[in-house]
């Protein structure tokens, strides 16, 4: 069974960082593109960020580019996104996601549409920016 389970959210303030976590296991972690997806309230869900799975490939939103960073640590079973210059609006529920290939699609409407049918999920953390 897939297993993704976020961590790392919490309270900042505007132009802090925070550096979440995503712990997978029941699959080859290696050999799977991954995505982090974020939520806000009320709204639908925004794709953020993807990369491939030998992790030399990455892909950011127009609104957290330059500011967020995705990795992954193979041998460890865990992605990771590093945010900094964190703004009010980027707060969310931030969901790990596992594509079903190795290879995340190259436009935010390819990559949700392949979430979407068969991506798992993780239940996601919360980040919430405000002084």
């Known amino acids: 069974e897939v297993q993704l389970v976020e961590s790392g959210g919490g309270l900042v303030q505007p132009g802090g960082s925070l550096r979440l976590s995503c712990a997978a296991s029941?699959?080859?972690?290696?050999?799977?593109?991954m995505s982090w997806v974020r939520q806000a309230p009320g709204k639908g869900l925004e794709w953020v960020s993807s990369?491939?799975?030998?992790?030399?490939?990455?892909t950011y939103a127009h609104a957290v580019k330059g500011r967020f960073t995705i990795s992954r640590d193979n041998a460890k079973n865990t992605l990771y996104l590093q945010m900094n210059s964190l703004k009010p609006e980027d707060t969310a529920v931030y969901l790990c996601?596992?594509?079903?290939?190795?290879?995340?699609?190259?436009?935010?409407?390819?990559?949700?549409?392949?979430?979407?049918?068969?991506?798992?999920w993780g239940q996601g953390t919360q980040v919430t920016v405000s002084s």
């Open positions: 996601a596992k594509y079903p290939f190795g290879e995340a699609p190259p436009s935010e409407t390819a990559a949700m549409s392949a979430l979407a049918r068969e991506g798992d």
């Open positions: 990369i491939n799975s030998p992790g030399t490939s990455r």
């Open positions: 029941g699959f080859t972690f290696r050999s799977y593109a």
